[in-house]
């Protein structure tokens, strides 16, 4: 790679170009320079060969036997190159950006939010996935991922996005407005529902002996569905029953406590290969950190 970075390939480019003009002056214009730096340029290349390239003829430039023989031998590898440059630059513009995302927080976060950055970015194009587990970033799965963890993911990098918290929420209709329960005391007789992985007991010290019936859900996102339909008091992702919160849906029932994970930007080492991908990505992430503040 060193030697390519030596060798002289726009001087190459100015030396096609006189040669499909015939003409200094005209390459200049084909090329938008100044004619004396179309001079420089194939000087440059001569004495880089210490060949003669061009010469004059009456008013005329014409190209000497070992420019033309030079021409023909890199006019297919310049093809190539171009061609090879112009497939790149079509699929960069056709890919979209490509995120993995749980799927609770692309419902009860993401989707409802999703219009304020594809109005001020119209220009990435996006593709989301929906996934419970760390996909395969050597198969191409995606360029990165939303997770929740503690940061920590084996080759891969990390950013933290937003802290996450547990509230106890239900609907409007199951307790009366204004009511709060004092953290490890559950009032008993209200249905509790709950992930399979975040049990009443991280916030109600008596959840186990309030004798009220229970129902364990492994789906984030419908957890919340069945505390906005009324089916029971459901502790809960402070980021994905948020917006229910500000409109109405549901109310808190006492107070937040700090979740054990938070949610982490993700993506391999070295993601910058693809510049494109790698701009949307940082684009991206910017906007993620900056919507998310104000749920802290």
């Not at 996909?135 to 360029?143: L, N, V």
């Not at 009366?176 to 010290?205: A, E, F, Y």
């Not at 991908?277 to 919507?291: N, P, Q």
Request: with cysteine; net charge positive; glycine share 6%.
């Amino acid at each position: 790679m060193k030697t390519l970075s030596r060798l002289p390939l726009n001087a190459l480019r100015v030396l096609i170009a006189v040669q499909q003009t015939g003409s200094m002056a005209r390459a200049a214009e084909l090329l938008h320079v100044q004619p004396s730096a179309v001079s420089m340029q194939i000087k440059n290349l001569s004495d880089y060969l210490g060949l003669p390239l061009v010469a004059k003829v009456g008013r005329q430039i014409k190209l000497s036997t070992h420019a033309l023989q030079l021409l023909s031998n890199i006019a297919f590898p310049l093809e190539q190159i171009e061609s090879a440059l112009a497939t790149m630059k079509l699929q960069a513009s056709n890919h979209p950006f490509t995120l993995s995302v749980l799927p609770s927080f692309l419902y009860r976060w993401l989707l409802p939010r999703l219009q304020i950055f594809e109005a001020a970015h119209p220009h990435i194009q996006l593709r989301i996935l929906t996934s419970r587990e760390l996909i395969d970033f050597s198969k191409g799965e995606a360029d990165a991922a939303v997770r929740l963890g503690n940061g920590n993911w084996s080759g891969l990098e990390s950013i933290k996005l937003m802290n996450e918290w547990l509230i106890p929420v239900c609907a409007p209709n199951i307790v009366r407005q204004g009511t709060k329960w004092t953290r490890g005391q559950i009032p008993r007789g209200i249905k509790l529902l709950h992930s399979v992985s975040d049990s009443w007991s991280m916030w109600g010290g008596n959840a186990e002996k309030s004798k009220s019936s229970s129902l364990a859900v492994d789906d984030a996102a419908a957890l919340v569905s069945e505390a906005e339909s009324g089916r029971g008091a459901a502790l809960a992702r402070w980021s994905l029953v948020h917006d229910a919160l500000t409109h109405g849906r549901l109310i808190a029932l006492g107070e937040r406590i700090p979740y054990r994970f938070a949610y982490y930007w993700v993506n391999p080492k070295n993601s910058n290969s693809n510049l494109r991908t790698f701009e949307s990505g940082t684009v991206l992430k910017k906007w993620l950190i900056s919507a998310s503040k104000h749920l802290e």
